[in-house]
T-cell receptor, first 110, second 116 residues
């Protein structure tokens, strides 16, 4: 089955790095994604990684994928107040099936 | 501007009164889908559509209907809403499956539905 799990809350000081973790269960997943949801808004695709990659960097964002442990993480460098949001991990199980985690609420404190 | 537009943004209704939430995209996307978001559960897929007149059930289709008569529109219909359908609903559209990044790339702003 497809189960995506992530911790529900993360508090981080402005300027520090944030690390959001996610575990997934379906080893056949082709792509894994991180979405950001700001208050009152829909989801915004932040970044994604193909399953044959270990790492992907995109400006302040670094995605790490450990296929053996089925563990995905998102690191945000130099966290800013604008990074306060809910972050969802998701896996593509097949062409028409996307499974989401419950979301991690990130709070950035001054 | 590329966007997915949902209406209404907020809706309070009574049990059993049929309602429709509209969704429209202006990107000529073939694939569209509906999700509901509930606290602690993340997003769960209700229905999806691969193209005009082609729809299929997601994980939680009970109590919902959809139609795809035109490429740009994908309305969600609740024939007889019940309180357990109180939720935040999102419509999404994407590039065709198989084309990277192979995901729902555009989401609407959401419809908060309360059924009393």
């Amino acid at each position: 089955g497809e189960d995506v799990e992530q911790s529900l809350f993360l508090s981080v000081r402005e300027g520090d790095s944030s690390v959001i973790n996610c575990t997934y269960t379906d080893s056949s997943s082709t792509y894994l994604y991180w979405y950001k949801q700001e208050p009152g808004a829909g989801l915004q695709l932040l970044t994604y990684i193909f399953s044959n990659m270990d790492m992907k960097q995109d400006q302040r964002l670094t995605v790490l994928l450990n296929k053996k442990d089925k563990h995905l993480s998102l690191r945000i460098a130099d966290t800013q107040t604008g990074d306060s949001a809910i972050y969802f991990c998701a896996e593509r199980v097949h062409d028409y099936k996307l499974s989401f985690g419950a979301g991690t609420t990130v709070t950035v404190r001054a | 501007e590329a966007q997915v537009t949902q209406n209404p943004r907020y809706l309070i209704t009574v049990t059993g009164k049929k309602l429709t939430v509209t969704c429209s995209q202006n990107m000529n996307h073939e694939y569209m889908s509906w999700y509901r978001q509930d606290p602690g559960l993340g997003l769960r897929q209700i229905y999806y559509s691969m193209n005009v007149e082609v729809t299929d059930k997601g994980d939680v289709p009970e109590g919902y209907k959809v139609s795809r008569k035109e490429k740009r529109n994908f309305p969600l219909i609740l024939e007889s809403p019940s309180p357990n359908q109180t939720s935040l609903y999102f419509c999404a559209s994407s590039f065709s499956p198989g084309q990277a990044p192979n995901t729902e790339a555009f989401f609407g702003q959401g419809t908060r539905l309360t059924v009393v």
